[in-house]
């Protein structure tokens, strides 16, 4: 399959593949002896393979609009909420707490240069795969708070900044530091503040480890090789479109996966709501285990539809509801065919981190590998009306009582934003579907509201859940 004939279903076919497929057709003349043309077929392959995913990268950045320096204005006079926080930016000390956590999210884009997915070409994602980004966002989110202290900030994101919205981008002798705290630097007293970069030091060993986890390689248990890999089972492949939902229960099977190798993952599980329901007793059953071990812990995804072809406004109350949430970590959504990952908003704008913009890959098997590529420090808001309705909410409970805690909130939520019928719900009891099958693979699903259930073809929709 032509690789940018399938990104095209996705984000649109760019110029650039029409004028790359015409460029090298060489024709036998032109590559001389025929022994110098096989000899040299493998190196002119190689170089028109690096050649056009540049010029790819670049369409796609120019289509999108992007610039590290893009910014988007916000409003003094109105709090921003963050992932369950508020932030008054009226006050300059909230202002800087703001752009601390802000800078602090994992940002995971496109990428270019990294080993050949399996079964093709390509050696990048650009223009097919923003909702594996944006899935990979919200798990990176719920990793951060299984793994790292309560409040925890990257350090590197404490630097100098601007009195508006705007944070500075780190200076060229700064990022040679690749990530460590710049506390450790002698200031313009030529004193050190050494005291806080030691203490930070154990929490960014583990922030590099989470990093390393989402690298562009085939070993990294959450990097885009395995999430292409596991997408098999769904009858994805590289180069495919994928929706939010078929992504949840990629990232389900991902961290199972790494569950089962990894000790720092062990005690961490990820259900997938069927049918826009939340079955506690299946949630039960994944997370209990024989004393005196704990609860596991849980990150909780929700395929949902928020409308037909267009946002139902009802819900939008109830997403910024969910938004303040403490135990809700993002939601994986975004325009029509244009995947962004939603982590607050002001007013009637959401706020997001886009994976949009292609950079190169970064191999974090080197010690003390550049991490500023993996950290936004502009933050970017769209106005609620352009949100597709199809997208995937997050949560995530520490423990039993955390769990617990989660179901009262967010059932509250649900059940004083909606009009007619809740997003989704929660039920005593199991899931119908067979163990092993709750993987959506047709566009037909069952939606169930207070007892009532109807029948919906979703075949011309553009992912597998409606909510009527």
């Known amino acids: 399959m032509n690789p940018s004939t399938s990104s095209a279903h996705c984000e649109g076919q760019s110029p650039v593949d029409d004028l790359m497929d015409d460029w090298f057709l060489l024709s036998p003349e032109s590559a001389g002896p025929q022994g110098l043309a096989v000899s040299r077929e493998d190196q002119e392959t190689e170089e028109r393979g690096k050649l056009k995913s540049k010029l790819v990268s670049a369409w796609n950045s120019v289509k999108y609009g992007w610039s590290l320096k893009q910014k988007s204005k916000f409003s003094k006079s109105s709090p921003v909420i963050m992932l369950g926080q508020s932030y008054e930016l009226k006050d300059q000390g909230e202002r800087e707490r703001f752009r601390r956590s802000f800078a602090s999210l994992l940002w995971l884009t496109y990428r270019r240069g990294f080993p050949q997915l399996a079964g093709c070409s390509l050696t990048t994602d650009s223009g097919w795969s923003c909702v594996l980004r944006t899935g990979q966002m919200l798990l990176a989110q719920g990793l951060l708070l299984h793994l790292m202290s309560p409040g925890w ?20 002798a700064d ?49 885009i090789h395995q999430l292409v890999e596991l997408g098999n089972s769904s009858g994805k492949k590289a180069g495919d479109w994928y929706g939010p939902s078929i992504v949840a229960h990629i990232l389900r099977k991902a961290v199972a996966a790494a569950a089962a190798a990894s000790a720092d993952l062990s005690n961490l599980v990820v259900y997938v709501a069927q049918d826009c329901t939340i079955y506690l007793e299946d949630v039960t059953r994944l997370c209990e285990q024989p004393l005196p071990q704990p609860w596991k812990s849980v990150i909780i995804l929700v395929p949902v539809r928020l409308g037909g072809q267009d946002l139902n406004p009802s819900y939008i109350t109830c997403v910024k509801k969910l938004l303040t949430l403490q135990c809700c970590i993002g939601i994986i959504g975004g325009k029509p065919k244009h995947s962004l990952f939603f982590i607050g908003f002001q007013d009637d704008h959401l706020l997001y981190l886009d994976p949009h913009y292609c950079q190169p890959t970064v191999d974090t098997t080197k010690e003390n590998f550049p991490l500023e590529s993996f950290h936004c420090k502009y933050p970017r808001k769209m106005a609620f009306s352009r949100m597709d309705p199809s997208c995937t909410i997050g ?24 009009e007619t019928y809740p997003m989704f719900i929660f039920a005593e009891g199991k899931s119908q579907e067979e163990a092993g099958s709750n993987t959506p693979t047709d566009n037909i699903t069952y939606i169930q509201r207070k007892n009532e259930q109807r029948r919906v073809n979703t075949s011309n929709s553009m992912d597998e859940f409606v909510l009527l």
């Open 175 to 223: 990022s040679k530091e690749h990530g460590l705290n710049l506390k450790e630097r002698p200031n313009k007293r030529g004193r050190k503040l050494s005291l806080d970069s030691r203490l930070d030091r154990p929490m960014e060993a583990k922030h590099r480890k989470v990093v390393s986890w989402f690298a562009d390689h085939p070993a990294a248990p959450f990097g």
């Open 395 to 418: 949560f995530y409970a520490k423990g039993q009582k955390d769990f617990e805690s989660l179901c009262t909130v967010v059932n509250e939520t649900l059940s004083t934003s909606a």
């Open 153 to 172: 900030t990257w350090s590197v994101s404490h630097h100098a900044v601007k009195d508006d919205m705007d944070l500075l981008v780190i200076r060229s």
